[in-house]
């Protein structure tokens, strides 16, 4: 958070104070007085991956976490480095039709305010504030197309945890990307995703 924004914490509208907790208004917020941001993207495309976008010079830095984020120090997740994309690109919550690199369901899974600590062309860290993610991360370059993407040891760190499978949902919606898929098209459909093979999703999600 800027100094500068923090003083103007007082002449803020109440829905776009700190303790606002519907999370629509709260990325408002931050997008008035925070340096930076972050946002993670559940998109499920040929695979169904995590994108990681940290505001850094006026667009998103992004990258492809097949597995997504952990909050256990321990895990190491493969990060593809991507395309930059626009600040817009991140509000976007939705379905995208077509055959393109972006289209499928994409839900906004985590977003917050974000420190960028360093930028390095091998290596990036920073500290979140989200509704999932929060404290420090690093990412560190490891080969061609390659970076690794681990949490960094401190307070926010949950050894053992899985916040992936813990909680799946959007942040902004409440819904999952099957939701927006249409993977589950009648109750005797549902069932935990994990059941189903990768073939069977892909039928129910072309029905
Ligand atoms: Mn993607």
């Known amino acids: 958070m800027t100094t500068n924004g923090a003083a103007r914490h007082g002449h803020l509208p109440a ?3 700190p303790a606002c907790n519907r999370s629509a208004e ?7 007085l925070t340096v930076s941001r972050f946002v993670v993207q559940l998109h499920d495309a040929t695979t169904l991956h995590f994108d990681l976008r940290l505001q850094i010079g ?12 952990s909050l256990d120090p321990a895990v190491r997740r493969l990060a593809v480095p991507v395309e930059d994309h ?3 690109a991140g509000d976007f919550e939705g379905v ?8 499928g369901a994409v839900i906004i899974w985590d977003e917050g305010p974000a420190e960028i600590v360093r930028t390095e062309p091998e290596h990036v ?17 490891t080969g061609e197309h390659r970076w690794i993407l681990v949490k ?13 499978a ?3 949902a959007s942040v902004r919606s409440g819904r999952t990307w099957q939701d927006l898929a249409g993977v589950l098209t009648s109750t005797e459909q549902a069932g935990p995703p994990a059941r189903m093979t990768g073939q069977e999703a892909e039928q129910r999600r072309r029905v």
Not at 152 to 164: F, K, N, T
């Open 86 to 88: 626009s600040i817009s």
């Open 26 to 32: 709260c990325g408002a917020y931050w997008s008035v």
């Open 58 to 69: 006026g667009v998103l830095r992004s990258w492809a976490v097949p597995k997504g984020p």
């Open 96 to 103: 995208r039709e077509g055959q393109s690199r972006g289209s």
């Open 125 to 141: 860290s920073f500290v979140v504030s989200g509704r999932k993610l929060s404290g420090g991360f690093a990412l560190t370059r």
């Open 152 to 164: 960094v040891r401190d307070e926010h760190a949950r050894p053992g945890s899985d916040v992936v």
């Open 15 to 17: 829905q776009f104070h």
């Open 166 to 168: 813990e909680r799946p």
